[in-house]
């Protein structure tokens, strides 16, 4: 045990502890392996097991360089934690036992219980958690939002799920601090005791920072995978738009309606050629990841209004229903026009009578809603089990969707035959995409 007060010593040991967690983590995260078992979800026993070979051993020679002179380099509980946190309870528990052999040999007794504990809360937190979304939102600054939440607390009833690991490592430190006090033999458990409130709040402080700077630095190298992987998706949905919509049928048919108006109407033909201009200009040009609502529905007027001149206006109907409040929104790129498209194409053009095509946008509470709507053929049963997985339109948006928001977005079909079908997205705003790297 280390009986220290407010003195040099002790924040250069408390920043020596902090910097040989986020340099470990660093090193960590430049392993193509640990990020892919990192970032699973649902992990396999193998995938289970690399995870205990990736971090139980730096965390074990951490354990026995303390042993041997280098009080910072221990972090036994914060690793326990994180183990916890990341891999559930029985990856806490089992990790925070095998860091803390090598202190239990030397005879500290409750080294081992205090790391399957700190395994187990942070097991415990994940599994109390909803949205899993929630732990990669814990940093280094988290504890600067706790009047932050307790307003939004009050305003609205809800549990702030995010500040439960922050909690969780204030929690286990002053139990170990409590327990550190109160045992009969100070060599059963290594700790640091703060003699004084403000050496108290340093080590508290340390210990949030130990934890909270390794999850931030994945989290960030996390959400550079997700945009990469994201512009991938783009690309191949640029690539699918020019081979699939404007291909040389859909440019057939264009020009072909518009010979037919050159003579009738005119007016209307240079109508059709700016549209089809628009179009692919906006394809051909560099694309961001994502654009304002307003822009998207700007490029589905253009290319409904040229589906509109080729049925005729008797044949399909556009009808909008846009929330104001949603047009500045940034959504990902060329969502609609794919699910736009596939109404057009495999839910009305089949049909005898005239179509009908609904879409709606609507915001609450940070998050876009947007529907479409046809009265087409609809969809068998048999085949809306798997939709997602069939063609390259709807796959696509589901697919960047999961890649941009993991579990935070909802992408629903309803589809009746003979009545229609209605495809509805629900995305946070783009701020809360990003919201776990602040």
């Known amino acids: 045990m280390l009986k220290l007060g407010i003195s040099q010593q002790l924040i250069f040991l408390l920043m020596l502890k902090v910097g040989l967690a986020a340099s470990l983590a660093a090193l960590l995260a430049r392993s193509v392996t640990f990020r892919r078992v990192l970032y699973t979800e649902d992990r396999t026993s193998d995938q289970k097991v690399q995870l205990y070979l990736f971090l139980t051993p730096p965390l074990a020679l951490g354990v026995m360089a303390?042993?041997?002179?280098?009080?910072?380099?221990?972090?036994?509980?914060?690793?326990?934690?994180?183990?916890?946190?990341?891999?559930?309870?029985?990856?806490?528990?089992?990790?925070?036992?095998?860091?803390?052999?090598?202190?239990?040999?030397?005879?500290?007794?409750?080294?081992?219980?205090?790391?399957?504990?700190?395994?187990?809360?942070?097991?415990?937190?994940?599994?109390?958690?909803?949205?899993?979304?929630?732990?990669?939102?814990?940093?280094?600054?988290?504890?600067?939002?706790?009047?932050?939440?307790?307003?939004?607390?009050?305003?609205?009833?809800?549990?702030?799920?995010?500040?439960?690991?922050?909690?969780?490592?204030?929690?286990?430190?002053?139990?170990?601090?409590?327990?550190?006090?109160?045992?009969?033999?100070?060599?059963?458990?290594?700790?640091?005791?703060?003699?004084?409130?403000?050496?108290?709040?340093?080590?508290?402080?340390?210990?949030?920072?130990?934890?909270?700077?390794?999850?931030?630095?994945?989290?960030?190298?996390?959400?550079?995978?997700?945009?990469?992987?994201?512009?991938?998706?783009?690309?191949?949905?640029?690539?699918?738009?020019?081979?699939?919509?404007?291909?040389?049928?859909?440019?057939?048919?264009?020009?072909?309606?518009?010979?037919?108006?050159?003579?009738?109407?005119?007016?209307?033909?240079?109508?059709?050629i700016l549209k089809l201009s628009n179009i692919l200009r906006r394809l051909l040009r560099k694309q961001e990841n994502f654009t304002p609502l307003r822009d998207e529905l700007d490029f589905i007027d253009d290319y409904l209004d040229i589906e509109v001149i080729r049925f005729g206006r008797d044949k399909l109907q556009i009808f909008k229903q846009?929330?104001?409040?949603?047009?500045?929104?940034?959504?990902?790129?060329?969502?609609?026009?794919?699910?736009?498209?596939?109404?057009?194409?495999?839910?009305l053009t089949p049909r005898l009578q005239g179509g009908e095509i609904h879409i709606r946008t609507t915001y609450d509470g940070g998050r876009v809603i947007i529907e479409v709507e046809d009265n087409g053929i609809g969809i068998p049963p048999e085949r809306l089990r798997g939709v997602y997985a069939e063609g390259i339109g709807i796959s696509n948006v589901h697919e960047r969707l999961k890649v941009l928001y993991g579990p935070d977005f909802r992408f629903d079909i309803r589809s009746e035959q003979g009545r229609g079908t209605v495809i509805r997205i629900e995305i946070p705003e783009l701020v809360s995409v990003f919201a776990a790297g602040s």
Not at 73 to 88: I, P, Q, S, Y
Request: proline share 7%; charged share 15%; net charge neutral.
């Open 66 to 272: 303390r042993l041997v002179g280098y009080p910072f380099a221990d972090l036994t509980l914060e690793g326990a934690f994180v183990l916890g946190l990341l891999g559930g309870r029985v990856v806490g528990v089992l990790g925070g036992s095998i860091v803390s052999l090598p202190a239990f040999f030397a005879l500290e007794w409750l080294a081992t219980p205090l790391g399957a504990a700190a395994g187990l809360i942070g097991g415990l937190i994940r599994l109390a958690i909803p949205n899993k979304e929630d732990i990669w939102s814990f940093g280094p600054f988290s504890f600067l939002s706790i009047p932050r939440s307790f307003l939004r607390l009050v305003r609205e009833p809800r549990i702030p799920w995010e500040m439960l690991p922050l909690a969780g490592c204030v929690a286990l430190e002053l139990g170990r601090i409590v327990i550190g006090e109160n045992m009969r033999n100070p060599k059963w458990l290594f700790l640091i005791d703060p003699a004084g409130a403000t050496a108290l709040v340093l080590v508290l402080l340390s210990t949030v920072m130990a934890v909270a700077v390794p999850i931030k630095i994945w989290n960030n190298t996390r959400i550079e995978a997700k945009l990469e992987q994201n512009q991938q998706l783009l690309l191949k949905a640029r690539v699918d738009a020019l081979s699939s919509q404007i291909n040389p049928h859909f440019l057939f048919n264009t020009l072909n309606a518009v010979s037919s108006l050159v003579r009738v109407d005119p007016d209307m033909a240079r109508v059709a």
């Open 322 to 347: 846009i929330d104001e409040r949603s047009l500045d929104v940034f959504v990902p790129a060329m969502v609609l026009q794919p699910i736009i498209e596939n109404s057009i194409k495999h839910g």
